[in-house]
């Protein structure tokens, strides 16, 4: 199963209390970025464009931990920059751990395999390594020659362990159905691994590249010609059909960006963790006072050519738990 059964368990129970609540906006998912420094520097990161004071800062334990009790949100994905750079970063995956929340950890897996001893596997955590395409692909992807084999060394030694691992893979306008299908073809029959993610690049306005971004026009037509053997049943994607519906260009959403918010050493970032109008103190700041109204394809010329998962899975999840048609697809899916 891409899913647990007990993370589809809370996640369901959560999901049915908000509606019970009356609970218009929560998030799902928090992403949280405890620094932006990284050890790599790839040109389609608009993380890591920040000033060298920026890049040292360390976000604290408790403040992390904090934050992620203000939301509620069951699920955290521990992100950056580079997570692993973080001196106690394993400190915040554990005390959310004993929250019961659900912890992905998302690293480019340089630092993983000497990291691994400092966490413990959990039915609450999982790896999430960035592998963006076979070995040429994602080295070039990444700007260092030698980063694949690494990934791909720590993947099979923290499922050695017994570690949960999945993979996040990005897919930029380079791409073709084939390298789409042989990437992920490695990883679920391979790799083997837990569960994969996928997702069309998005235009950060401070990435230095800027030519290879995918327009929806052109990522609709990737995924519906990479899905078209039917593959996509039998490989263990991380997403709801009707995100995958929604890559393919068989339905169209609005996204939810506060879903999946995003809180880094700024505070709340608004309004999601692609764009940045501004940052909250506090997650209920964040909600009132953002004129969500202003975002959205169509609202915001920015999210025009956005099919990201984290403001479009959210929409998804809330289409599919509205209808027992769709959720039955999507337990099925699992």
């Known amino acids: 199963m891409s ?10 129970g959560y999901l049915a209390k908000q509606k019970l609540r009356g609970v218009e906006k929560f998030p799902l998912l928090v ?15 608009g993380k890591i464009q920040y000033p060298e004071h920026i890049l040292k800062k360390r976000m604290p334990v408790e403040q992390a931990l904090d934050a992620i009790e203000e939301s509620g949100a069951p699920m955290v994905s521990i992100a950056g920059g580079e997570p692993l750079v973080h001196p106690e970063v394993h400190v915040i995956a554990a005390e959310l751990i004993k929250r019961k929340k659900f912890v992905f950890f998302c690293t480019n897996a340089i630092l993983m395999k000497k990291k691994l001893d400092n966490f413990k596997p959990s039915p609450y955590f999982s790896w999430v390594v960035h592998l963006d395409g076979m070995r040429e692909r ?7 020659e030698g980063t694949f084999d690494k990934a791909v060394e720590a993947i099979r030694e ?5 570690f949960r691992v999945s993979t996040n893979t990005t897919f930029l306008s380079s791409d073709t159905p084939e390298t789409v299908r ?6 679920n029959d391979e790799l083997k691994v837990d569960s994969m993610q996928i997702s069309p690049a998005y235009a950060y306005e401070k990435a230095p590249d800027q030519e290879h971004f995918p327009g929806v026009t052109q990522t609709r037509k990737l995924f519906s010609a990479a899905f078209a053997d039917g593959k996509r049943k039998t490989w263990r994607l991380n997403h ?8 393919e260009g068989k339905i169209d959403f609005q996204c939810t960006p506060w879903g999946i918010p995003s ?7 608004r309004p999601c963790y692609l764009m940045s109008d501004g940052y909250t103190k506090t997650y209920k700041e964040l909600i009132e006072t953002t004129d969500w109204s202003r975002y959205g394809r169509g609202n915001d010329p920015r999210c025009d050519n956005c099919m990201a998962h984290c403001g479009y899975e959210p929409t998804a999840v809330l289409h599919s738990m509205s209808s027992l048609k769709q959720s039955l697809r999507a337990v099925v899916s699992r």
């Not at 994602?138 to 260092?144: A, L, P, S, T, Y």
């Not at 042989?182 to 990883?187: N, P």
């Not at 709801?240 to 890559?247: E, H, I, S, W």
């Open 138 to 144: 994602h080295d070039q992807f990444v700007e260092r």
């Open 263 to 269: 809180y880094s050493i700024f505070g709340w970032q």
């Open 3 to 12: 899913v647990t059964l007990r993370q589809s368990l809370r996640v369901a």
């Open 182 to 187: 042989e990437v992920l073809d490695y990883l």
């Open 158 to 162: 923290a499922k050695e362990r017994g």
């Open 31 to 45: 992403e949280l970025e405890p620094l932006f420094q990284c050890n790599l520097a790839c040109s389609f990161c």
């Open 240 to 247: 709801t059909p009707l995100f995958l519906d929604f890559l």
